[in-house]
């Protein structure tokens, strides 16, 4: 999505729907954000039959928050199937990544201490925001003493408080809040979201989770949806798929018989969406990632010490 010419590529997109791709790629540094909005626009009322990729961390700008993401922050609030990939990493330039579990018994007490709240955030289940000095402070210290078991225990729950802290009343505290609200809307989606990671291989009925979660059929799958960008069904689809893709890797087996423990009866189906999320058939793809798990190996082995 390079093409800055707004009906161009609204037409490209089509084009290419119509001849029956399903995986569009984009990024915040293509048109400085203009190529997202358009591929945002183009694609509503069809984002069910779609995989839509992007990158993070690519620099946009010469400003401390455009270098590549390094100053800022990712709050995820509920169990989302997301994949992340790191495209480059050495010795001389590593590649970190910090994170930590939010829990609501963590926030709740915070919430107490907390000035009132701003208005409510937009229900969604992840959001980005640029990290303050006050909270990569914490965050730096925290990593500083990972690999010293006696300071990490003694010291890390009062900087996991302080980051804690610092995300309430920051830029996504509303959000964070919800996340410390046992009654609130995001409590409820992730009651179901934890439902259908426990049973993925079962069937689905929308309107019994609904019931599970105590809310209305039609509620439930709006705030669902609004959260995770996807239906329950197509949920479970991506649970389903994702833990199918590590047990090819990692199990003996045929792609039929893995199919059908993920909970596809039908061999077919099976690799027919298989390949329109990872653009490859499950034989294939289990023997190009374990190519370049090798391929990992064989460079540590002979890499001298």
Known sequence: MG??????????????????????????????????????????????????????????GEDPNRRGGSRQYLVVSVDLPVIGQAL???????????????????????????????????????????????LLDPVVRLLRIA??????????????????????????????????????NLALISRGIRWIREHYREHLSVTDLAELCGMSASS???????AT???????????RLQTARTLLMTRSGNVA??????GYESPSQFSREYRKVFEASPGRDAARLSAMAHDVTRELVDEPA
């Not at 018989?257 to 993920?262: H, L, R, S, T």
């Open 3 to 60: 093409n800055r010419d707004h009906d161009d590529a609204v037409r490209v997109i089509h084009r290419a729907l119509d001849a029956g791709i399903n995986v569009i790629d984009t990024a915040d540094v293509y048109y400085q954000g203009g190529c997202e909005e358009i591929v945002g626009k183009v694609i509503k009322g069809r984002r069910d039959d779609l995989v839509i990729a992007t990158k993070f961390g690519l620099p946009t």
């Open 88 to 134: 480059e990493a050495s010795p001389d330039k590593p590649f970190v990544v910090f994170s930590m579990s939010l829990r609501p018994a963590d926030i709740a007490p915070l919430l107490l201490e907390a000035r009132a709240a701003g208005k409510p955030p937009a229900f969604t289940g992840m959001a980005v925001s640029d990290a303050s000095p006050e």
């Open 147 to 184: 690999d010293r078991p006696d300071d990490l225990r003694v010291l890390g729950p009062g900087l996991q408080r302080e980051i804690l802290w610092w995300l309430i009343n920051g830029d996504q505290g509303a959000l964070v809040r919800q996340i410390g609200l046992v009654d609130g």
């Open 220 to 226: 439930f799958h709006r705030h669902f949806r609004a």
């Open 229 to 239: 960008s996807m239906t329950p069904v197509r949920f479970q689809k991506q649970i």
């Open 257 to 262: 018989e893995i199919g059908y423990f993920v």
